[in-house]
Nanobody
Framework: QVQLVESGGGLAQAGGSLRLSCAASGDTFNTLETFAMGWFRQAPGKERVIVAALSWNGGRIYYADSVLGRFTISRDKAKKTLYLQMNNIKREDTAVYYC???????????????????WGPGTQVTVSS
């Protein structure tokens, strides 16, 4: 089992920045080198959607069009932590943000919810104008 916990959410002004973190614990095989990972978000009244994703070795990265050029996904393997740097935040970025991962060596990034068995409880991001 893998446990994920997000942090770093909160209230931010439009145009500002936030950095979300996702700490992994449990059966992480000592490193996260074999895990593909992703950030999803769910706005009020909408479905959960992909924001950004990393392939198993971090060599390939996916960004949703809505965040391309503003958000950056990264990970620190030693700290077993996934990050989402959010810059030039917009009101439409308001949502609950979730991190997810899956043990899948040699995999590409994955953008479908159903591909991820492990999820954090989410962290709320609210952007004011």
């Amino acid at each position: 089992q893998v446990q994920l916990v997000e942090s770093g959410g909160g209230l931010a002004q439009a145009g500002g920045s936030l950095r979300l973190s996702c700490a992994a614990s449990g059966d992480t095989f000592n490193t996260l080198e074999t895990f593909a990972m992703g950030w999803f978000r769910q706005a009020p009244g909408k479905e959960r959607v992909i924001v950004a994703a990393l392939s198993w070795n971090g060599g390939r990265i996916y960004y949703a069009d809505s965040v391309l050029g503003r958000f950056t996904i990264s990970r620190d393997k030693a700290k077993k932590t996934l990050y989402l740097q959010m810059n030039n935040i917009k009101r439409e970025d308001t949502a609950v943000y979730y991190c997810a991962n899956v043990y899948k060596p040699y995999s590409d990034y994955m953008i479908e919810e159903t591909e991820y068995p492990y999820w954090g409880p989410g962290t709320q991001v609210t952007v004011s104008s």
